[in-house]
């Protein structure tokens, strides 16, 4: 057993030494003897003693009764007083210190052991009592406690007392005591109603309370408590002791699972939840309406489409990964309902797996494509007819036309394409009006593919044109049969309106092989000779010959210029603004390239382009564009501008070019620009180039470029394989955006390329924007960008720098 260690402090020396040998005889041992409260407290320090027998009287600035204070204040050590004295004021300022024991000299051994024992013990049961009480602290800390406790009396009224500062700490100053009121200050108004009832019924009703409310935080973030108490005393005052806990994180984590199982049946995608080993734990009604199944069909089954007999072999392989190791993996595939319906989807698959722990759950989305699907279906018409006749349109007759080339060249056979123009088609849409001029092209349309052959073409290329492809026929004489009885349906007169109308119409005809080996140089051919016929009088036809144009001279003097201009450094770039539908402001700028020609002034893409492509300067050209463009960017970023991302149109040829992603991340380094500041913009054609395409589509998202599908709804892109693409932006054709609103066709379509961008949540630019009513529309039907004439025209890169110093851009006037 520990000996107890005693300090003295007494200032009469005899005393203090007679004293100090009944300790040691008594068996205590004695560190240190002090006469004054400085020594003593300097003693205690160095000492740390287990008591101190203190004389209330001794010298020095302090007596023992403040000496005695200070220990217990920096000390904690008990203190036994001595004295001869026993003066009731003294012995008063004595007990506020809170002593240990009095012994009044003299006193005996036998008084001065069983008053140091009683004092050690109770010294010993009081750090016992504190350790147990700090351990009880700390208990109610870890778990975001506090105590708390109510006082009740029907005569004096109530007092409310919470206990430790660092939980109240965002609440309250400090521990908090006082009445209910002032309590209930820290309370949410919304919830004194309720925390007051619950009190009242414990102090009246049911001996426990037990409630959960808001609590009025000094910060922005929300606080949830929950008081507990039992009454532990059934008269007054009414006493209830209970426990004050912070649930705030409960209550958040219940938000989450709140929202996320809202979001879990709210969503329109099918979900299957299923454990580590894939089987099905949970499904969400729209799962079970796509399938017709429910959960109890389905619990403790792995999903049919995960077999291997359901997947394709690298699907398959693909999921056993993820099943095994985690991830991601998303398909499409082709689903069975209940009702055997087979059901389009896209399913994707991703682990759930706590940190450091192995995979506890999978969670599977399951999209249905069938809209999609659908609108597959109408776009391909609508991209591929004309909505008004429903013959083909010019892409369709353009491929028809193609297709008949190549046998014809296959069998060595001769093919006749017949351009029609109605002779003034235009005074009837002005005399009569739009619908006038629909009906009439409606019913010529009808008239001319009534005496056609099956496998004869007959296609609308806009307007009043129309183009025949006569596939095979055997001469001259043949086609002009056909084109003896076109003339004679089309000029018999019709009725519309309540109007006799009778329309003629001139019909150039070029022959294959004669006339061009192509399908573009014997539509201009026959264009040409339609022009011819319109020049003799209209109501004809004409056949092409050599003599009609000088387009070949006039191509070999353009295709010279070009080279020599692009020489002497004569192309330029304007730029057009691309507009945020909604907010009006800069949302893009589209780099277009101008010639500017020292005799003819400034020639359009429209006359570049095309001869480009023919004569292979094309990649040279683009390649000048593209570093153009960001020698541009550089320039504004240095001169402090905050340019938006630049589009940059690229053709088929240079988009396949091997080094096209090489040249692109050269000009990103040497001028030392984000690849985010450039959007690389292709065609729908482009799309259907082979494998290249894909893998250099794919570098480009990895380097950060943006990519948008150009003139879309004018190619063949495949809508299956587009939401595959790493695509970011559709761009709707100038074509279609005309006609809008005014247009049912054009309307139809339009919005058809707008669900399509939404569903496969991707930005929509709308092209050729020239009219209030064009953006109105565009705007409401959810268009996210505007291009055209109505906002800004294509202007040098000086009046771009204004554009960039305004934060909105519908002011005409920069440009």
């Known amino acids: 057993m520990k000996t107890a260690r005693i300090i003295i402090v007494e200032d009469e020396r005899i005393i203090a030494f007679n ?102 013990e109770r010294a010993e049961v009081e750090r016992a009592l504190d350790a147990s009480q700090s351990r009880l602290r700390m208990a109610l800390s870890a778990a975001n406690m506090t105590d708390w406790e109510l006082l009740y009396s029907s005569t004096q009224g109530e007092v409310l007392y919470a206990g430790q500062a660092d939980f109240l700490q965002g609440f309250a100053d400090r521990s908090f005591s006082g009445s209910r009121a002032e309590f209930m200050q820290l309370v949410e108004p919304a919830f004194h109603q309720q925390v007051n009832a619950e009190l009242d ?121 993820v099943m095994r190791n985690g991830g991601h993996w998303r398909a499409e595939l082709s689903l069975t309902d209940r009702e055997g319906r087979r059901l389009p989807a896209l399913v ?22 069938s809209p999609i699907r659908s609108a597959e279906k109408k776009l391909e018409y609508l991209a591929h007819h004309d909505p008004l006749t429903g013959l083909p349109n010019r892409l369709l007759t353009l491929e028809r036309l193609n297709q008949a080339l190549l046998r014809a060249k296959r069998h060595r056979e001769r093919i006749a394409v017949l351009f029609i123009d109605l002779d003034h088609f235009k005074w009837v849409n002005d005399s009569l009006g739009h619908d006038a001029g629909d009906r009439l092209l409606t019913v010529v349309a009808e008239r001319m593919r009534g005496i056609l052959r099956q496998d004869d073409t007959l296609g609308r290329l806009g307007g009043d044109e129309f183009l025949i492809v006569l596939d095979p026929v055997e001469n001259e004489q043949s086609a002009v049969t056909v084109v003896d009885k076109l003339a004679d349906e089309v000029t018999r007169s019709l009725e519309i309106s309540g109007h006799t109308i009778e329309v003629s119409c001139s019909i150039g005809v070029s022959f294959f092989p004669e006339d061009g080996n192509e399908s573009s140089s014997l539509i201009r051919a026959a264009d040409t000779a339609m022009y011819a016929a319109k020049e003799a009088g209209r109501n004809g036809y004409a056949f092409f010959t050599p003599g009609m144009t000088d387009k070949a001279v006039r191509y070999l003097a353009l295709n010279h210029d070009l080279h020599r201009g692009f020489k002497a450094r004569e192309m330029i770039l304007h730029y057009q603004a691309l507009v945020q539908a909604e907010s009006q402001t800069l949302a893009g700028l589209e780099a277009l390239i101008r010639w500017q020609h020292p005799l003819r002034g400034l020639v359009s893409p429209i006359d570049i382009i095309p001869l480009a492509e023919e004569n ?23 001169q402090g501008f905050a340019p938006p991302p630049i589009s940059i149109n690229v053709s ?9 992603v090489r040249v692109l991340e050269t000009l990103l380094a040497r001028y030392q620009l984000s690849p985010d ?103 409401e039907h959810g268009c996210n960008v505007l291009q055209g004439y109505h906002f800004h025209r294509p202007c040098e890169a000086q009046a771009v720098e204004r554009l960039l110093s305004r934060k909105h851009v519908g002011d005409k006037s920069l440009f």
Request: charged share 20%.
């Open 19 to 120: 004293l100090r040998q009944r300790l040691i005889k008594l068996g205590y041992e004695v560190p240190a003897i002090a006469a004054n409260g400085g020594k003593a407290l300097e003693a205690i320090e160095n000492e740390h003693p287990d008591l101190v027998l203190m004389d209330i009287h001794i010298e020095g600035e302090m007596d023992g009764i403040d000496t005695a204070a200070e220990a217990l204040k920096r000390f904690q050590v008990p203190v036994i007083y001595l004295t001869a004295y026993s003066e009731d004021a003294t012995l008063a300022r004595a007990r506020q210190t809170r002593p240990y024991g009095f012994l009044l000299k003299p006193f005996s051994e036998r008084e001065l052991h069983a008053t140091i024992q009683m004092a050690l």
């Open 201 to 321: 019924r414990c102090i009246n009703e049911d001996p426990c309370c037990d409630i959960e409310f808001a609590a009025i935080s000094r910060g922005s973030d929300p606080c949830w408590l929950r008081l507990q108490g039992k009454l532990v005393t059934g008269q007054e005052p009414l006493q209830i002791i209970g426990l004050l806990q912070n649930i705030t994180e409960r209550k958040l984590a219940e938000r989450g699972l709140l929202e996320a199982a809202t979001v879990f049946e709210a969503i329109q995608d099918g979900i299957l939840i299923l454990d580590a080993s894939g089987k099905v734990v949970n499904i969400n009604s729209s799962f079970a309406r796509l399938s017709g199944y429910q959960l109890a069909d389905l619990q403790g089954l792995s999903p049919a489409f995960f077999d291997e007999s359901a997947l394709r072999p690298e699907h398959f392989q693909r999921l056993q990964t």
């Open 348 to 369: 994707a698959v991703a682990s759930v797996a706590p940190p450091n722990q192995p995979i506890s759950h999978f969670v599977v989305v399951v999209t249905d494509l």
């Open 616 to 638: 292979g300067m094309i990649v040279a050209i683009g390649e000048w564009v593209l570093e153009e463009t960001c020698r541009q960017l550089r320039s504004w970023l240095d």
């Open 652 to 660: 088929p040829t240079q988009f396949v070019h091997g080094d096209f």
């Open 677 to 779: 500041y450039l959007e690389i913009e292709v065609t729908e054609n482009v799309l259907q180039s082979g494998k290249n395409v894909l893998n250099t589509l794919q570098q480009l998202r990895a380097l950060g470029v943006s990519i948008a599908i150009d003139d879309f709804g004018t190619g063949f892109s495949s809508l299956s394989s587009l939401k595959l693409l790493p695509i970011h932006r559709l761009k709707i054709d100038r074509a279609f955006v005309t006609g809008v609103p005014a247009d049912e066709n054009d309307t139809a379509l339009t919005e058809v390329i707008i669900s399509i961008a939404r569903t496969l949540k991707l930005q929509i630019t709308a092209e050729g924007v020239e009219t209030p009513d064009q953006a109105t529309f565009l705007k």
